[in-house]
Every structure is written in structure tokens, then in C-alpha cells.
């Protein structure tokens, strides 16, 4: 079974710019949250989506969007990048609702963002 | 508000020896408690987790934690260290029953030497 994937793994880009990154869930889980890390505020929760809705928001400024496709695959924009948005995107899918939900939460390996 | 401290940033471990990682949380609910772990260029791998029952859960990899609701706490314990075990440990709240909102602590890095 696939893991979650996130697309690109690295990227540069320069301040007042914008980044959209991706990520596919794991076949059949229809919960996919973003995670920001950085060596100085950790993980934070930034969004979460199931069934192309926006169930859960943290607290970031509204440069930071996102959205879910109903393949469940999804995507999250950063608009007028700033030099403190470099960080590693985490990606989570879970199933999150039904029997056969684990509550766990299947990480990719995350898009490092770099703002020069 | 909810928050999750681990009040160790970076622990040393002997291999063989036994480990104990502090955390401690602030939730006004029943908390829905995780410990993650993130090696080096690896996504983050939950080791165990605790929604109710049993207030001591295993894991995998021979972790265990222990929940204590009077004092907010949900320690991860091995009784032996593996030189494979450094990593970086992350405890986490969630604030959402589905548990796919997660607030998680800053993290303690545990270094394992021979």
C-alpha cells in the first residue's frame, strides 16, 4: 500500500512569491492535515480537510490556504511568501471516521520550503 | 488553552539502559494522547496512543506510556535502549475527537551512546 506523497520535496523560492504544495493520501483515507516545522516552533497544525471540507483551522494568517479534491488529494497554497515561511510541510492522511479507523496518523515525508 | 510540554530538549541515554521521556499536557477534556517519532529524513511514525481504557499502553519498538489524568502527564517509558532508538520524540494532544488535529510539543531529541 502506498504511503502518502508529497510533491515537490524541495523547492526554493523568494519573498513575495507563492507555493503550492501537494499531497496524495493513502488510497481510501479521506482526512488529509498540514503540519508547519521549524526548529524554532516545532510542529504546528495549520489545516485539516475531509471530504473536501475544512474541518479544523490553526492559527495562521490567511496567506496560508488550502483545499481537498474528491479523490481526496490535496493541496496547500502560500501566497506573498515571507522569509520565516522556510519550513518543512508536513502531510497527514487518516482514515478518521468508521471501524476501522486507528486514530493514527500516516505522515509523508514533507516539501522543504526554502524563501531567499 | 490546550498546549503539550516536553520539558527535555535533548536527552543521553547509555544503550541498554532504560529511557523515560517527560510530557505533560493541558487540556480541558479527556485528552486523546500520542508520541510520534521523526529519524533523520523520515516522516513522523506514531509509536503509541491513548483514547481511553487502560492507562498503560504499549506500542511498538517496546515502547510504553503511562497516562496520569492528576498530573497531566503521559510519559513514554523503554526499559532498553537500542543505538536505533535516537531520534527525535514528539508527544501530542489532539483537539479534535476524530484525533487528526494535533498539538504537539516541541520535541526531545535522544542521542544513545555505546
Known amino acids: 500500500k502506498a504511503g502518502v506523497t508529497q510533491t515537490p520535496r524541495y523547492l526554493i523560492k523568494t519573498r513575495g512569491q507563492q507555493v503550492t504544495l501537494s499531497c496524495s493520501p493513502i488510497s481510501g483515507h479521506r482526512s488529509v492535515s498540514w503540519y508547519q516545522q521549524t526548529p524554532g516552533q516545532g510542529l504546528q497544525f495549520l489545516f485539516e480537510y475531509f471530504s473536501e471540507t475544512q474541518r479544523n483551522k490553526g492559527n495562521f494568517p490567511g496567506r496560508f490556504s488550502g483545499r481537498q479534491f474528491s479523490n481526496s488529494r490535496s493541496e496547500m497554497n502560500v501566497s506573498t511568501l515571507e522569509l520565516g515561511d522556510s519550513a518543512l510541510y508536513l502531510c497527514?492522511?487518516?482514515?478518521?471516521?468508521?471501524?476501522?479507523?486507528?486514530?493514527?496518523?500516516?505522515f509523508g515525508e514533507g516539501s522543504r520550503l526554502t524563501v531567499l | 488553552a490546550q498546549s503539550v510540554t516536553q520539558p527535555d530538549i535533548h536527552i543521553t541515554v547509555s544503550e541498554g539502559a532504560s529511557l523515560e521521556l517527560r510530557c505533560n499536557y493541558s487540556y480541558g477534556a479527556t485528552p486523546y494522547l500520542f508520541w510520534y517519532v521523526q529519524s533523520p529524513g523520515q516522516g513522523l511514525q506514531l509509536l503509541l496512543k491513548y483514547f481511553s481504557g487502560d492507562t498503560l499502553v504499549q506500542g511498538i519498538k517496546g515502547f510504553e506510556a503511562e497516562f496520569k489524568r492528576s498530573q497531566s502527564s503521559f510519559n513514554l517509558r523503554k526499559p532498553s535502549v537500542h543505538w536505533s532508538d535516537a531520534a527525535e520524540y514528539f508527544c501530542?494532544?489532539?483537539?479534535?475527537?476524530?484525533?487528526?488535529?494535533?498539538?504537539f510539543g516541541k520535541g526531545t531529541t535522544l542521542s544513545v551512546s555505546s
Open positions: 497527514a492522511s487518516s482514515l478518521a471516521t468508521g471501524p476501522a479507523n486507528t486514530g493514527e496518523l500516516f
Open positions: 501530542a494532544v489532539a483537539f479534535n475527537q476524530a484525533g487528526t488535529a494535533l498539538i
